[in-house]
């Protein structure tokens, strides 16, 4: 049974991990885990539509993921906190641990195993 005092950090938490949930978003944190960039340098470096990247910036910004400053005219993004390139690291070496996973099982089912 879920603690009832538990259940808004673990909302909050989703709607954390919903903000990350598509390619284009994660793309821009990747990014922005090296240096910040404006955001029509983001729009460069994923060949992203600006319409369709403000929307996802917007989604990141909502969720207190990225932070922004304004040079001039440009907005500049950056990672708001720099602990999300640890879930970014975190999350790639899980992806990694699977395939392996698969593949150490499909070499098996190949090679005749049960």
């Not at 879920?2 to 709607?15: D, G, Q, R, Y």
């Not at 500049?76 to 150490?104: F, G, K, W």
């Amino acid at each position: 049974m879920v603690e009832h005092s538990a259940l808004p950090v673990a909302e909050v938490k989703a709607e954390l991990f919903k903000s990350l949930a598509h390619p284009a978003r994660i793309r821009v944190l990747e990014l922005l885990s090296h240096e910040e960039r404006s955001a029509g340098e983001l729009a460069d470096a994923l060949g992203a539509e600006p319409s369709h990247l403000s929307q996802h910036l917007r989604v990141l910004r909502k969720a207190g993921v990225v932070s922004t400053r304004r040079e001039g005219t440009t907005i500049v993004y950056s990672l708001r906190d720099p602990r999300m390139e640890q879930i970014l690291t975190i999350a790639r070496a899980m992806i990694v641990a699977n395939l392996r996973h698969d593949q150490a099982l499909l070499t098996s089912l190949e090679g005749g195993g049960r």
